[in-house]
């Protein structure tokens, strides 16, 4: 019969709908209206997601179908713990992000040449063998109809176009340089339209060629002189694309960049507790994301990823990076120098404790003198780095290995060892 409808137009009180929708939802659902015409005929579609991970909520709370009614979930325990049982089990990453397409298609969307070179490996001959790496690795799946799936981890690695796939596109990483220490005055963007394997490397050029360099003579030889580790710079955007939550619609990784730091954002909160960052075995929200960009050789191997970021800081004697959690988003910043006498006290402090994480991780003694060499201080200066061991200790940060010795010769390890 067709529609007068149109969802455009339509609002709730003086709010247009869909942005009404959106703000009364939880951020983890996505949903796209469309509209389409047909014999003269107007239509409307409303494409919904299916969650993943958790439940959809409306103004913050649950809600389920009983027969023909919209009932509270909270009111039917047993549905409930069925419902986050199958939720527990679903993955964004082999969910669909394109159906019902013939094999040339799913090719032509995919740049399957960059997934085999990254791999080192020659691509094989004929379609078929192709096939075979791509299913195997979970990017593509076949359908009983014979068509193929292209999963929203094939989509998010390899799309030749993000905007393609509507579950992903929005998940484009986004590298905003702003002038000075704040936001006042935007410089540069860059939104990435590929996905993450295939645009990695361009990413990191551009955002290498937007960092101040300097050139320093060592040994008769000119060398040009990062602000930031790069390892530690790709390391954290590489956790920020690993470790996003994709069941948060809306928002994807952003790379902030100002005269003094660089701050990384992802949504989604960690899964480990900050301070055990270090130490703690590694968890991800999307393991075979993680899985595959490791062997991709787009980041370090499973559970070293910090411990370089913080060692690589520590040997250029930059301020040990930060991390800040909120209710949605992990946001991780990036320091370049700044000398020791202008650091904060929890500046200090962070530095202090996350030495002694990698002292003991690397099973290296941590004292006055090995935090002087990580701030770069002279003999001097033992007594200010004595009164930080002394507060980072009376803290709870860490605590020393044998009490009754000597102050010059104590011995310090992080709280938890």
């Given at each position: 019969?067709?529609?007068?409808?149109?969802?455009?137009?339509?609002?709730?009180?003086?709010?247009?709908?869909?942005?009404?929708?959106?703000?009364?939802?939880?951020?983890?659902?996505?949903?796209?209206?469309d509209s389409v015409q047909i014999e003269q005929k107007w239509f409307g579609v409303l494409e919904i997601t299916a969650a993943v991970g958790s439940t959809v909520m409306f103004k913050k709370e649950e809600f389920i179908r009983i027969g023909s009614y919209t009932k509270k979930l909270n009111d039917y325990p047993a549905v409930k713990k069925e419902l986050w049982s199958k939720l527990r089990y679903r993955d964004f990453e082999t969910q669909a992000a394109k159906t019902d397409l013939e094999l040339a298609q799913a090719l032509d969307m995919l740049d399957y040449s960059t997934y085999f070179s990254l791999l080192n490996k020659s691509i094989p001959e004929g379609r078929g063998?192709?096939?075979?790496?791509?299913?195997?690795?979970?990017?593509?799946?076949?359908?009983?109809?014979?068509?193929?799936?292209?999963?929203?981890?094939?989509?998010?690695?390899?799309?030749?176009?993000?905007?393609?796939?509507?579950?992903?596109?929005?998940?484009?990483?986004?590298?905003?340089?702003?002038?000075?220490?704040?936001?006042?005055?935007?410089?540069?963007?860059?939104?990435?339209?590929k996905g993450y394997a295939l645009g990695f490397e361009g990413l990191m050029e551009f955002l290498n060629a937007l960092l101040p360099t300097k050139e320093v003579i060592a040994v008769a030889m000119r060398k040009t002189k990062m602000p930031y580790p790069k390892i530690a710079l790709r390391e954290t955007i590489a956790n920020a694309l690993i470790h996003q939550d994709f069941s948060i619609s809306g928002t994807g990784p952003v790379v902030e960049v100002y005269a003094d730091r660089i701050e990384i954002c992802n949504p989604g909160a960690p899964l480990v507790d900050i301070m055990r960052i270090i130490d703690s075995p590694p968890k991800s929200r999307n393991e075979k994301l993680a899985s595959l960009m490791r062997r991709l050789?787009?980041?370090?191997?499973?559970?070293?990823?910090?411990?370089?970021?913080?060692?690589?800081?520590?040997?250029?004697?930059?301020?040990?990076?930060?991390?800040?959690?909120?209710?949605?988003?992990?946001?991780?910043?990036?320091?370049?120098?700044?000398?020791?006498?202008?650091?904060?006290?929890?500046?200090?402090?962070?530095?202090?404790?996350?030495?002694?994480?990698?002292?003991?991780?690397?099973?290296?003694?941590?004292?006055?003198?090995?935090?002087?060499?990580?701030?770069?201080?002279?003999?001097?200066?033992?007594?200010?780095i004595s009164r930080l061991l002394k507060e980072a200790a009376e803290k709870g940060y860490i605590r020393v290995v044998e009490p009754d010795t000597a102050p010059r010769y104590m011995r310090y390890v992080p709280y938890w060892a």
């Open positions: 019969m067709g529609t007068s409808f149109n969802w455009r137009k339509s609002k709730v009180g003086n709010e247009e709908l869909e942005n009404w929708l959106r703000h009364s939802l939880s951020p983890n659902v996505n949903f796209e209206f063998n192709i096939v075979h790496d791509l299913l195997e690795d979970k990017l593509l799946k076949k359908q009983d109809n014979g068509l193929f799936t292209i999963t929203n981890l094939g989509a998010v690695l390899f799309a030749r176009r993000l905007a393609e796939f509507p579950t992903v596109s929005r998940k484009a990483i986004r590298v905003v340089q702003f002038e000075g220490k704040s936001k006042v005055q935007l410089l540069k963007e860059y939104i990435g339209q050789g787009m980041c370090e191997e499973l559970g070293t990823g910090w411990d370089k970021i913080v060692a690589t800081c520590e040997l250029m004697q930059l301020p040990t990076p930060e991390i800040q959690v909120y209710e949605e988003n992990t946001k991780v910043i990036l320091f370049s120098f700044i000398p020791y006498s202008m650091l904060t006290g929890d500046a200090k402090l962070r530095a202090c404790y996350f030495h002694a994480c990698i002292s003991y991780i690397n099973q290296e003694p941590m004292n006055n003198s090995s935090l002087r060499k990580r701030f770069g201080l002279d003999e001097k200066n033992a007594s200010s």
